[in-house]
């Protein structure tokens, strides 16, 4: 298994930056696929970013290209998503989910590990 805390988030003005960490224990690291996700009050949990085991290939969703990018220290266990450009669209609860299974990257069923989950408020 493998446990996960999210950190990093707080309030930001709209254009502003911030990085989200999460700190991983428990089995290796570098076995598990990483990925973000978000939910915002009143929708579902949605795909933001994930990054391969070694870190060599990252993905996006479409909102959030080109402003934010996640990224991996195997050696430390963390991943992090830093965010540019925050819109107050990017408000949500942000969660770190770890993946050891096969499947689609931006699917939330292949994650067995969730964070607690860390709030991300930009105002306008």
């Known amino acids: 298994q493998v446990q996960l805390v999210e950190s990093g988030g707080g309030l930001v003005q709209a254009g502003g930056s911030l990085r989200l960490s999460c700190a991983a224990s428990?089995?290796?690291?570098?076995?598990?696929?990483m990925g973000w996700f978000r939910q915002a009050p009143g929708k579902e949990r949605e795909f933001v970013a994930a990054?391969?085991?070694?870190?060599?290939?990252?993905y996006y969703a479409d909102a959030v290209k080109g402003r934010f990018t996640i990224s991996r220290d195997n050696g430390k266990k963390v991943v992090y998503l830093q965010m540019n450009s925050l819109k107050p669209e990017d408000t949500a609860v942000y969660y770190c989910?770890?993946?050891?299974?096969?499947?689609?990257?931006?699917?939330?069923?292949?994650?067995?590990?969730w964070g607690q989950g860390t709030q991300v408020t930009v105002s306008s």
């Open positions: 989910a770890a993946s050891d299974a096969v499947g689609y990257y931006s699917s939330s069923l292949i994650y067995g590990y």
């Open positions: 428990g089995r290796t690291f570098s076995n598990y696929r």
């Open positions: 990054i391969t085991r070694s870190g060599s290939t990252t």
